[in-house]
């Protein structure tokens, strides 16, 4: 089978594009309010559950622990997350927003809800129903090979 058509047949390759697409359109949608679309799973994470650890954070995103620490040490920079020692283990940091953070979650929330409504324009309520299934999924799959991955 020749390249062309092994990805007409690739989840990987469908998923990739995906990602990189509704990354690129998502990055344009929130410049003005001058957060990276990367840097958004940890602010509104912040947002979400103020005082979580960059552990905790780190596993609800589903990445490294060093990614977490490097995306967040941005955002600090940018004056969007405070990290504070956590006063029962010296080790850990605890992430918090900003209030520059807090005044931005309402119209963040606004772009990601719009977003949304993009990804699914034209589909009926079974369509967007069936097709998040599916991506769940997916995600599954990928979640127990990584973790069985790690544990071999």
């Known amino acids: 089978m020749d390249h062309h058509a092994r990805r007409m047949t690739s989840g990987g390759?469908?998923?990739?594009?995906?990602?990189?697409?509704?990354?690129?359109?998502?990055?344009?949608?929130?410049?003005?309010?001058?957060?990276?679309?990367?840097?958004?799973?940890?602010?509104?994470?912040?947002?979400?559950?103020?005082?979580?650890?960059?552990?905790?954070?780190?596993?609800?995103?589903?990445?490294?622990?060093?990614?977490?620490?490097?995306?967040?040490r941005t955002l600090e920079q940018d004056g969007l997350v405070t990290r504070a020692e956590n006063p029962d283990n010296r080790r850990q940091k605890l992430v918090s927003p900003t209030e520059r953070a807090r005044a931005l979650e309402v119209p963040l929330r606004a772009v990601l809800d719009g977003h949304n409504q993009m990804l699914f324009k034209d589909f009926s309520p079974q369509e967007r129903t069936l097709a998040l299934g599916l991506m769940d999924r997916i995600v599954q799959n990928l979640k127990t090979s990584l973790d069985n991955w790690d544990n071999s």
């Open 13 to 72: 390759y469908r998923i990739g594009m995906m990602s990189r697409l509704q990354g690129a359109l998502l990055e344009r949608r929130l410049r003005s309010y001058g957060v990276a679309a990367g840097q958004l799973p940890y602010l509104m994470e912040a947002l979400c559950k103020p005082g979580q650890t960059q552990d905790e954070m780190a596993a609800r995103v589903g990445v490294s622990r060093a990614a977490t620490a490097r995306a967040l």
